[in-house]
Each structure stands twice: as structure tokens, then as C-alpha cells.
Nanobody
Framework: QVQLVESGGGLVQAGGSLRLSCAAS????????MGWYRQAPGHRRGLVAV???????NYAGSVKGRFTISRDNAKNTVYLYMNSLKPEDTAVYYC???????????????WGQGTQVTVSS
């Protein structure tokens, strides 16, 4: 079984920066895609950014130029660097990973518990 542990959420002023981290643990053989999603009150959970094992990225239009996703494959960790934060970025941020476990034939999707990011104006 895989566990995703997130850290780095908190309260920040508008225009500030924050870094989120998500570390995957378990009997992991490989992780294909890792990413971040967010959900604000009254909104659907939506894509923030994803990154493949090869480093290819995709961002939601609302965060392009402000957020950067990266990963450390050796540590099974994905990061989200958030800059120029806006109040509308306030949401619960969830980490996701497509993980293949040792002796497992296919990859499965796993989710973290979420971490609250609050941006004050």
C-alpha cells in the first residue's frame, strides 16, 4: 500500500510564496505521474499541475507562470512552488501519484489527504 504525505500548507499573504511537498512511501517500483489538484469551497476538484517521470509538465491556465511543479525521483517526492499567490488560490491542495508497486502488474492512482492553503488579501 502507498501513502502520500503532504506538507507545506498554511497561511500566506497575497503576493507571497509557498512550497508544498508530497512524499510517497511503500514498496514502490516506479511512479509514472505525480501531480497536484485543488478544491475550494463550492468548487470541483481541479488540476493544478502534473509532471511525468521524465519531467514533462502540464499546468492549469490559472497558475501558469506563477506555479512550478518538480519532482525528485530518488526521494519519490513531488513539489509545488507557488509564487505570486492570490486569494483565489485558497483551497485544499491534494497530491496524486500513479504508482506501480513491486510485484504488481499495473499502476494504481493514490491520493494524499490534502493540505490547506489560505491566501489572505
Amino acid at each position: 500500500q502507498v501513502q502520500l504525505v503532504e506538507s507545506g500548507g498554511g497561511l500566506v499573504q497575497a503576493g507571497g510564496s509557498l512550497r508544498l511537498s508530497c512524499a510517497a512511501s511503500g514498496s514502490i517500483e516506479s511512479i509514472d505521474v505525480m501531480g497536484w489538484y485543488r478544491q475550494a469551497p463550492g468548487h470541483r476538484r481541479g488540476l493544478v499541475a502534473v509532471i511525468t517521470s521524465g519531467g514533462d509538465t502540464n499546468y492549469a491556465g490559472s497558475v501558469k507562470g506563477r506555479f512550478t511543479i518538480s519532482r525528485d525521483n530518488a526521494k519519490n517526492t513531488v513539489y509545488l512552488y507557488m509564487n505570486s499567490l492570490k486569494p483565489e488560490d485558497t483551497a485544499v491542495y491534494y497530491c496524486s501519484a500513479h504508482v506501480k508497486l513491486i510485484l504488481q502488474r499495473v499502476s494504481s492512482e493514490y491520493w494524499g489527504q490534502g493540505t490547506q492553503v489560505t491566501v489572505s488579501s
